[in-house]
């Protein structure tokens, strides 16, 4: 009972998920995809749009993001040619059929779209489809993209130009419009992928980064112990975590980790002995009450799946290993928090992308600290763009995203870079059941063998899940 009252977001949040799981079976007991159910689906028909999005590149066509007149959304992808195509705010009257999505193998794309809010996907040729007014979003989500997109220009302007510019502008502004397709494939391939995605990763290091400036560094302890100084500080990290939460374009995965962080802070500065537990389960059960089908977003999961990993493995993985000096504690906590990672995610990862990368504790050693560097660099060169400095870091900036997609495609060309497999769905849970079962065999300081026998029966279901196919 005391660790129930030590973590009383649980008692909302468990039966908040449940409803939520018996939600993937449409309409028992509660429809939460009525919003994508439309008339028009399968048909041939003529609709109103407004582009959301500035248009993301593929080999044939633009895909946009775009509202239907009736408050629905679709993927819209339009054929490429060498006229001007039409730029976010547009609206279009487009001839076209939009179409659900259908099965890729196990995965269902037209649900996955679906749960995502967009009612499915069409395409167009030039000649069906002309821009027939203009409309400027003006909600706090458009301004946002605005920004992100002005940001993105800066760099430009500062001579970054080809990959790096993608990359940077990925990395710290969560702009990947520009991301070039073999430097997609080498991330994920060798692990890093999590960089180019602005997430929880990016907003821990603008919050160590925000705390340091503040503190000068740890040096002016009272900024931290008297009452309204530490109100002071508190309030400035949140509107500053925030504020990069908002030139990132509000992406749903830089909003959740700028949520549990807030909380965090709102315990610190209430002074309130709180369960470490209980900011990530405030953010999860505020995240699930606004949109419950966030739940079913593999951002949402994946972000989730990390963090409770590291709190979990990662901290059982410092108990048990000894490290002396700083430099060696340094770099042994970030194998720990990589692998820790990884252990949370990989299940996940081989069930929605079928591959793993086999040398990501080496990529983790090298790309963190230099999106570290790139990310106090980027912001730095934005901030001084009107002198002269912050053409100097722009330079330095864009010789660092070099040495980043060097190493990076390094790792890629090496032997057995990934390793590809797939899990079914009943593989996954039986996936974290191993996983649970090795936490709870190795806690305490004796090895608990009764655990282990659940760590083979799991690992032996997921053989016989995954071969009884081949039988």
């Known amino acids: 009972m005391r660790w129930l009252a030590a973590h009383t977001w649980l008692i909302a949040l468990v039966p908040l998920v449940l409803i939520i799981l018996l939600s993937s079976h449409i309409g028992k007991p509660l429809n939460l995809l009525k919003d994508t159910e439309v008339d028009y689906i399968g048909k041939d028909t003529v609709l109103a749009m407004r582009l959301q999005s500035k248009g993301q590149e593929k080999a044939k066509?633009?895909?946009?993001?775009?509202?239907?007149?009736?408050?629905?959304?679709?993927?819209?992808?339009?054929?490429?040619?060498?006229?001007?195509?039409p730029q976010m705010g547009d609206i279009l009257l487009v001839a076209t059929k939009v179409e659900r999505g259908g099965q890729l193998g196990d995965f269902d794309y037209g649900l996955h779209l679906r749960r995502q809010g967009i009612v499915g996907s069409c395409w167009a040729y030039r000649r069906n489809w002309k821009v027939i007014g203009h409309e400027e979003d003006t909600s706090i989500r458009g301004y946002a993209r605005k920004c992100q997109y002005y940001l993105h220009q800066q760099y430009q302007k500062m001579g970054i130009t080809g990959k790096e510019l993608g990359i940077l502008s990925a990395l710290t502004l969560g702009y990947r419009e520009e991301l070039d397709k073999d430097v997609q494939r080498a991330f994920s391939a060798s692990g890093a992928m999590h960089v180019l995605a602005v997430s929880g990763l990016h907003t821990g290091i603008v919050w160590g980064i925000v705390i340091w400036i503040l503190t000068l560094g740890g040096w002016r302890k009272p900024?931290?112990?008297?009452?309204?100084?530490?109100?002071?500080?508190?309030?400035s990290i949140i509107c500053i975590l925030w504020g990069y939460a908002f030139i990132t374009g509000l992406s749903p995965s830089v909003m959740?980790?700028?949520?549990?962080?807030?909380?965090?802070?709102?315990?610190?500065?209430?002074?309130?002995?709180?369960?470490?537990?209980?900011?990530?389960?405030?953010?999860?059960?505020?995240?699930?009450?606004?949109?419950?089908?966030?739940?079913?977003?593999v951002s949402f999961q994946l972000s989730f799946a990390a963090v409770l990993s590291?709190?979990?493995?990662?901290?059982?993985?410092?108990?048990?290993?000894?490290?002396?000096?700083?430099?060696?504690?340094?770099?042994?906590?970030?194998?720990?928090?990589?692998?820790?990672?990884q252990i949370g995610t990989m299940p996940l990862t081989l069930y929605y992308f079928g591959q793993t990368s086999n040398y990501f504790a080496l990529t983790n050693l090298l790309v963190i600290p230099l999106a570290f560097v790139l990310l106090l660099l980027g912001i730095s060169t934005l901030a001084l763009s009107w002198?002269?400095?912050g053409e100097w870091l722009g330079v330095a900036a864009k010789w660092c995203t070099w040495v980043l997609r060097e190493a990076v495609e390094w790792i890629e060309s090496l032997p057995y870079s990934t390793t590809q497999f797939t899990l079914s769905a009943w593989s996954v849970l039986a996936f974290y059941g191993a996983i649970i079962c090795g936490l709870l065999m190795m806690r305490g300081e004796k090895v608990n063998w009764w655990w282990l026998i659940g760590v083979i029966g799991c690992l032996l279901m997921?053989?016989?899940?995954e071969l009884r196919p081949l039988g």
């Open 61 to 85: 066509t633009i895909r946009y993001e775009a509202l239907v007149e009736d408050g629905s959304k679709v993927l819209l992808y339009l054929q490429k040619d060498s006229l001007t195509m």
């Open 223 to 235: 900024l931290c112990e008297e009452h309204v100084k530490r109100w002071l500080l508190s309030i």
């Open 462 to 465: 997921i053989l016989y899940l």
């Open 310 to 341: 590291i709190m979990l493995v990662g901290s059982g993985m410092q108990s048990k290993v000894f490290i002396r000096g700083k430099l060696g504690q340094n770099i042994g906590g970030l194998l720990i928090v990589s692998i820790a990672a």
């Open 256 to 297: 959740r980790s700028a949520l549990m962080l807030t909380f965090w802070e709102l315990s610190r500065l209430l002074e309130k002995q709180t369960s470490r537990w209980n900011p990530i389960l405030a953010a999860a059960f505020i995240i699930l009450i606004i949109n419950p089908l966030a739940f079913w977003s």
């Open 387 to 389: 002198c002269i400095v």
